[in-house]
């Protein structure tokens, strides 16, 4: 049996169970990405209560910081910016080009948001500027994303270390112009001018979300239908299912992974630079709130589907900006987050294994486990019955 | 006079070179092990920390230094299990398993410091030398490099005997075919769940060690995210060696010298913002990348869960 086999769905496909069969993917899509949530919700509780911190306090805080009130209004800026990083994540994932410098890219279309701002808005009008910021921000992303993108295509270098390397210089440099160049005169600590309030990204009318809300969910949909819709996102699919096969039907793949890493950094850094625009105004040196980290596996949940990706980023943003109360008073460190994050994505994983085993009607264990886990035994009887 | 600070200023830029290329070297021969089995490990980052922390706790309340790099490879190996059981015994995917392990341990760590010891910041002290008879009474390198504790003594063996090991005895042998091609080594009578569940757990303990290295030798104190990217720079160390343990230990001197030179810099009299000293040993991590891009080669099983009989 090959492993194509093992992966293939075994789905009935018998005529007139069509609609039978779409609701029960469906339930099993829902089933599959709630379930490893959920069981990362009590494990992190369960973590909590081994290291004396109160889970019933954090998460009624999470719930009261996040949600009541006007609160759900802040959940919902900071989604801005999580969605536009996960459409790109999703982008380059898509390709199975496996994009881990988001944390540098973020930074640099902050700082460009952040730096540029407080110039440019003195010179020409507030809409013409923050077109230019976010045009010249997505250039910085994509440029920056060059180096991975090129050692993959023509040596195949592993392209997730190649990017975590140069976000960590992405960081070293943002700091470095933070302190230097758009270093604001006016303040002893190192942080760039405040861009007035009249210059960032008007709300939405009646509410205090800024109109990136709307930019991010947008994005979602129209990256929706390119990838399930148009040629464009046929190719994607095939050149992440096979880069050989791509070659193949005439997809030039040194291209293609130059333009999905340039896309996916992009975007990624016009988050960085939305950011900056709709909700801080400023940024200070040593600043990173490592978006990507917590988006990553939401992205893996959504099945790189970028509408699918909405509500699980609308949970994490009810989560984060709950969290960061509710730990303090529960007497946690936000780092816990990080401990949730990387709970989601190990349970998603098993989840998804069980699942398939389930599905085929399979032993849980795979053979090979089987003999290890049984050798040793037998071993052993052998010598005692000798 | 001149002659005499130049010499004390040199034995202090060899140690540094030592001190900071240490834990480096250690966890990138974990991580060579783990490669070489067919485990890409991306979760060394964590691995390092949860090393570096459980070290820092055993030596705060033991006493011991010996105790706590003991601490520090049991930790490692405790963080590394569930690389053991998710990947190499269920076969789930590697990358999503790693990045959960940094995360997990990045977190973990950070939060449980900060809970308990962010009231009184400890420092360690320095550890007791051993120095060398004779060899120590050399000037300039005398006091470098013969001076260091036993810890460092240790360590180098450690790594020595296992570039011998991995390139010159049995196991060595069928580790490296479990990351070549596992089929034949199953074909050979031997046991690629098992030689793989070896390598993750030694490479586990490597990794840990030299987190428990950093915390004990390096800094003599803990802080979250004190590996800062050191577990990404001991992987890419690791791709460029191609399996060579001796490679590995004279590449991770060059990222010591490399970490080295912006506080000596400093001492001569250049003023070097903290952010180029930072970003220094990435830089050149990126250029030897792109200079020896053709030459990073990975075992072909590498990252591929084996399954008997599969194609």
């Known amino acids: 049996m090959t492993t194509a086999d093992l992966k293939t769905p075994v789905t009935p496909n018998l005529p007139g169970s069509n609609q039978a069969g779409a609701a029960q993917r469906f339930a099993q899509g829902f089933i599959r990405s709630v379930v490893p949530v959920l069981l990362a919700l009590i494990v992190s509780g369960l973590v909590m209560l081994a290291i004396g911190a109160s889970p019933l306090e954090f998460f009624a805080g999470v719930w009261k910081y996040g949600i009541t009130g006007s609160n759900w209004q802040r959940s919902l800026s900071l989604m801005a910016p999580l969605l536009i990083v996960a459409v790109g994540l999703i982008v380059a994932f898509r390709g199975q080009l496996w994009n881990l410098g988001y944390n540098g890219q973020y930074l640099l279309g902050a700082v460009v948001a952040s730096g540029l701002g407080p110039i440019l808005f003195d010179v020409m009008p507030a809409f013409l500027a923050t077109l230019v910021i976010f045009v010249v921000a997505v250039l910085t992303g994509a440029v920056w994303s060059l180096i991975p993108a090129i050692l993959k295509a023509r040596y195949g270098t592993n392209e997730i270390i190649t990017s975590l390397v140069m976000s960590f210089i992405a960081?070293?440099?943002?700091?470095?112009?933070?302190?230097?160049?758009?270093?604001?005169?006016?303040?002893?600590?190192?942080?760039?001018?405040?861009?007035?309030?009249?210059?960032?990204?008007?709300?939405?009318?009646?509410?205090?979300?800024?109109?990136?809300?709307?930019?991010?969910?947008?994005?979602?949909?129209?990256?929706?239908?390119?990838?399930?819709?148009?040629?464009f996102g046929l190719r994607v699919d095939i050149f992440g299912a096979s880069p050989k096969a791509?070659?193949?039907?005439?997809?030039?793949?040194?291209?293609?992974?130059?333009?999905?890493f340039a896309l996916s950094s992009g975007l990624i850094a016009f988050a960085g630079s939305v950011d900056i625009l709709g909700q801080f105004s400023y940024q200070r040196a040593d600043w990173d709130p490592r978006y990507g980290d917590a988006v990553m596996p939401l992205v893996f949940l959504a099945r790189f589907r970028p509408v699918a990706a909405i509500p699980f980023v609308a949970f994490y943003a009810v989560l984060a900006t709950g969290g960061t109360l509710a730990a303090q008073q529960a007497g946690l460190n936000v780092d816990f987050l990080l401990v949730i994050v990387g709970l989601i994505l190990l349970f998603m994983t098993i989840t998804e294994y069980i699942g398939d085993r389930r599905r085929l009607g399979q032993s849980y264990l795979p053979p090979g486990l089987k003999r290890t886990v049984l050798q040793p035994f037998r071993r052993a009887s052998e010598r005692n019955s000798a | 006079m001149s002659d005499m600070l130049s010499a004390a200023f040199i034995t202090v830029f060899i140690a540094t070179v030592i001190a900071q290329a240490m834990p480096l070297l250690l966890a990138a021969v974990g991580e060579t092990i783990g490669e070489?089995?067919?485990?890409?490990?991306?979760?060394i980052e964590g691995v390092m920390l949860v090393g570096a922390y459980t070290a820092f706790v055993v030596t705060l309340t033991t006493g011991s230094f010996w105790l706590g790099m003991l601490g520090g490879a049991i930790g490692g190996v405790v963080a590394n299990l569930a690389m053991l059981v998710l990947n190499v015994w269920l076969g789930l995917n590697q990358i999503v398993i790693g990045l959960a392990i940094t995360l997990i341990g990045e977190g973990i760590t950070s939060v449980l410091y900060l809970q308990n010891y962010t009231k009184s910041p400890a420092s360690l002290g320095a550890q007791p030398k051993l120095p060398i008879p004779g060899l120590s009474d050399i000037p300039v390198i005398g006091p470098a490099l013969f001076q260091q504790s036993g810890i460092f003594w240790i360590c180098i063996l450690l790594a020595l005997g296992l570039a011998f090991a991995l390139a010159r005895t049995n196991w060595g042998l069928s580790t490296r075919s479990a990351g070549q091609k596992p089929s034949s080594l199953d074909a050979a009578g031997g046991s690629v769940m098992r030689t793989r569940s070896i390598a993750v757990l030694l490479s586990g303990g490597l990794v840990g060690l030299g987190g428990a290295y950093l915390a004990l030798l390096t800094t003599a104190t803990f802080s979250p995210f004190l590996t800062n990217g050191l577990g990404f720079i001991a992987i890419v160390i690791t791709m460029l060696s191609r399996g060579r343990i001796l490679v590995v230990m004279i590449t991770s001197l060059i990222y010591g010298l490399a970490v080295a030179i912006g506080p000596a810099l400093q001492v001569i009299g250049f003023t070097v913002p903290a952010d180029i000293i930072k970003m220094l040993p990435f830089l050149i991590v990126i250029v030897m990348l792109i200079v020896f891009a053709r030459s990073s080669v990975v075992p072909p099983a590498l990252g591929t869960p084996y399954t008997r009989g599969a194609r």
């Open chain 1, 171 to 231: 960081v070293g440099v943002v700091n470095l112009l933070i302190k230097g160049v758009f270093k604001d005169p006016g303040t002893s600590t190192p942080q760039t001018a405040v861009i007035p309030d009249s210059d960032l990204l008007p709300y939405i009318p009646g509410t205090e979300i800024h109109i990136g809300f709307v930019i991010a969910i947008v994005l979602a949909v129209v990256a929706q239908y390119v990838f399930s819709r148009t040629s």
């Open chain 1, 246 to 260: 791509a070659r193949h039907v005439g997809l030039n793949s040194t291209w293609m992974v130059i333009l999905l």
């Open chain 2, 36 to 43: 070489q089995a067919g485990i890409l490990n991306l979760g």
